[in-house]
């Protein structure tokens, strides 16, 4: 069982002010139902290091995520520069490196600092089709909010979101070009703000 941080300190305290031991300090705090081994163990380590914190370089060493597998993981993760598309995947970098994958997904992403970004098909946007949309989207955007509150004196009916088909009816071709999905008809407010502030162009990594 592993003591709090604040009891490890009041073990300390007690133990160094009045030097007592593991069954006393278990006697005197029969409400925090601590394990006599647990306390034991905290007095050794402070007997020995005179601190309840942990030691620098204590405990299991890495055997994955060292700096030279980073240093691997980073040279095959990412693309060479005169060389694109040569980079690769989670699982082809474990079985050609035979680190464990989800130590490889662990070294991408907290040690190395990366994100995996995965390639979608644009519309092609000329000024025309920027104006239209920017347009279309700040005509919805006007037009109707996500919940509308109607009062009937002391009565209140709550209107739901647009469905797929008066979202393509009120802003035509910017929703058109986008396939159907759920995300887009809850998320439709939200992309369309993100259209306006992207005055019509690209939008999707504002999201």
Not at 7 to 23: E, M, P, T
Not at 26 to 45: E, T
Not at 118 to 147: D, F, G, H, P, W
Request: hydrophobic content about 30%.
């Amino acid at each position: 069982m592993k003591i709090a941080d604040e009891d490890a300190v009041l073990i300390k305290s007690f133990y160094l002010s009045k030097g007592w031991g593991a069954q006393k300090l278990l006697n005197a705090f029969p409400d925090k139902y601590w394990k006599l081994g647990s306390i034991v163990h905290l007095l050794i380590k402070i007997c020995k290091t005179g601190t309840i914190n942990r030691q620098p370089g204590s405990g299991r060493p890495r055997s994955a995520r060292t700096d030279e597998n980073i240093e691997t993981v980073d040279d095959l993760v990412l693309s060479q520069e005169d060389k694109p598309k040569t980079h690769r995947l989670t699982r082809q970098i474990s079985h050609e490196t035979g680190i464990h994958c989800s130590s490889v997904h662990r070294t991408i992403h907290c040690d190395l600092q990366l994100k995996c970004l995965k390639r979608r098909r644009a519309q092609q946007l000329s000024e025309a089709n920027r104006v239209a949309r920017l347009t279309r989207c700040k005509q919805l955007l006007k037009r109707y909010m996500i919940l509308r509150w109607i009062s009937y004196g002391s009565r209140t009916k709550t209107c739901l979101p647009l469905n797929h088909r008066s979202l393509c009816r009120t802003i035509g071709s910017t929703c058109r070009s986008e396939p159907r999905s759920d995300s887009y008809v809850s998320q439709w407010r939200q992309r369309m703000t993100a259209c306006v502030r992207a005055h019509g162009r690209y939008f999707e990594h504002l999201l």
